[in-house]
């Protein structure tokens, strides 16, 4: 197999609704609670009330950025302590933004549309505060950092492809530093929304499971901090994990739904498998998209079943709700943080197995041995991109 060289992954932050940081959302994981409510921050006329996963922490930053930036704001504040690195030290290097949104990237202002619309002259602040917004360009002027930058909308795989490309920006030798993440907030348009596609579970999420009816939305954020071999060692830091591949394929079948084979599935797991030089056997667990919705699990469970037969695997969107933009760079950041623990939590909601799925997912705590784990995603769009971690130095 051929392979590529891995990147080390320095420093990471998350939030969302799990926690106001890495550790916490981790504590919340393997204690298994998960807590999704109606959304308090905005109304719907639905006569349902759709539980979500809201991200009660405090933001850093003010009212000139959206939720979205602030989301990211955090994360990349957490990352970048975690990786001990100061504006000081990030001075002088080629330090690039790679985020992925999709909720970040819409200008959701109902009410400068409604003055708009009925022949008002709304003032311009809303669309003011929404250019300034994009979370990469936030982050990137917070700290300074005038290497690239790039936000990447690509549905609910634009945190996983946001991780890819920054992996692939260290190779070339773009960058020596890139924080690759993710970030979304929840909002009215979007929960609305998916509630009309009739995709949304009325009762907490259940992935792969028998009863599955759909998802939960969530918000929250991630960061990833990669460095280049020749910095990591300058600064003697240690690496917690290694992006060791990258796939990235579209089925080219539908809007919304999956093919119904995983087409594009397959060729972006094999592409990740061949950049990392993995066989199968050598995965010790898959953090799955698991979006508890019918078309999704059903799908992937059978990608599953025949490209990593017998390898662990489980959602963690039952924990976080479905953070749309900001879900592959959450569960990169937990996979890693699991690979590092020897241990995966439970799949929350999963209770009763489904006769038309060929794999379950695992229903408690479960020890993990292995040097390799994957993290997948399955986007609107077909789009279909899969990360593969190599755990790091102890």
Same mark, same amino acid.
């Given at each position: 197999m051929s392979s590529v060289v891995p990147?080390?992954?320095?420093?990471?932050?998350?939030?969302?609704?799990?926690?106001? +940081?890495?550790?916490?959302?981790?504590?919340?994981?393997? /204690?298994g609670e998960r807590h999704?409510?109606?959304?308090?921050?905005?109304?719907?006329?639905? @006569?349902?009330?759709?539980?979500?996963?809201?991200?009660?922490?405090?933001?850093?930053?003010?009212?000139?950025?959206?939720?979205?930036? /602030?989301?990211?704001?955090?994360?990349?504040?957490?990352?970048?302590?975690?990786?001990?690195?100061?504006?000081?030290?990030? !001075?002088?290097?080629?330090?690039?933004?790679?985020?992925?949104?999709?909720?970040?990237?819409?200008?959701?202002?109902?009410?400068?549309?409604?003055?708009?619309?009925?022949?008002?002259h709304p003032?311009?602040?809303?669309?003011e505060r929404f250019l300034g917004s994009n979370p990469a360009s936030v982050v990137a002027r917070e700290y300074g950092l005038a290497g690239p930058c790039q936000t990447v909308v690509n549905a609910c795989s634009s945190g996983t492809d946001a991780v890819g490309i920054a992996a692939a920006w260290i190779r070339s030798g773009i960058c020596d530093i890139v924080l690759a993440g993710g970030a979304d907030e929840l909002c009215r348009v979007t929960y609305n929304g998916f509630i009309s596609?009739?995709?949304? +579970?009325?009762? @907490?999420?259940?992935?792969?499971?028998?009863?599955?009816?759909?998802?939960?939305?969530?918000?929250?954020?991630?960061v990833l901090v990669l460095e280049s071999e020749e910095v990591r060692h300058q600064r003697s830091r240690p690496a917690r994990a290694f992006v060791a591949g990258y796939g990235s394929a579209c089925d080219a079948h539908h809007l919304t739904a999956p093919h119904p084979e995983g087409t594009?599935?397959?060729?972006?797991?094999?592409?990740?498998? &061949?950049?990392?030089? &993995?066989? @199968?056997?050598?995965?010790?667990f898959v953090n799955a998209h698991g979006t508890g919705t019918p078309d999704n699990d059903r799908v992937e469970s059978r990608v599953l079943a025949a490209v990593l037969p017998g390898v662990p695997f489980l959602s963690t969107k039952g924990y &976080?709700?479905?953070?749309?933009? !900001?879900a592959g760079a959450i569960e990169a950041a937990f996979t890693v943080a699991c690979l590092e623990r020897?241990?995966?939590?439970?799949?929350?909601?999963?209770?009763?197995?489904?006769?038309e799925l060929p794999v379950t997912p695992v229903r408690e705590a479960t020890a993990v041995s292995g040097r390799l784990a994957l993290s997948q995603s399955l986007a609107f769009g077909g789009n279909n991109a899969v990360v593969v971690f190599e755990r790091g130095e102890p």
């Open positions: 990147v080390a992954v320095t420093g990471m932050g998350c939030l969302c609704a799990a926690g106001a +940081d890495l550790p916490s959302c981790l504590e919340t994981l393997f /204690r999704p409510q109606p959304p308090t921050r905005f109304g719907s006329g639905h @006569p349902v009330r759709y539980p979500v996963f809201e991200v009660a922490a405090r933001l850093p930053g003010d009212d000139r950025f959206s939720r979205t930036a /602030r989301l990211a704001l955090a994360a990349a504040r957490e990352a970048l302590a975690a990786a001990a690195l100061s504006p000081a030290e990030l !001075a002088g290097k080629r330090v690039g933004v790679c985020f992925g949104t999709t909720v970040g990237s819409a200008m959701n202002n109902e009410e400068f549309y409604r003055q708009f619309r009925d022949g008002e003032e311009m602040d809303a669309i596609l009739m995709i949304t +579970d009325d009762t @907490p999420v259940k992935p792969f499971d028998r009863r599955r009816k759909g998802l939960n939305l969530g918000e929250g954020a991630a594009g599935l397959k060729r972006a797991l094999a592409e990740a498998l &061949t950049q990392s030089g &993995t066989s @199968p056997a050598e995965i010790a &976080t709700g479905h953070t749309l933009g !900001a020897g241990e995966v939590p439970a799949n929350a909601g999963f209770a009763e197995a489904d006769p």
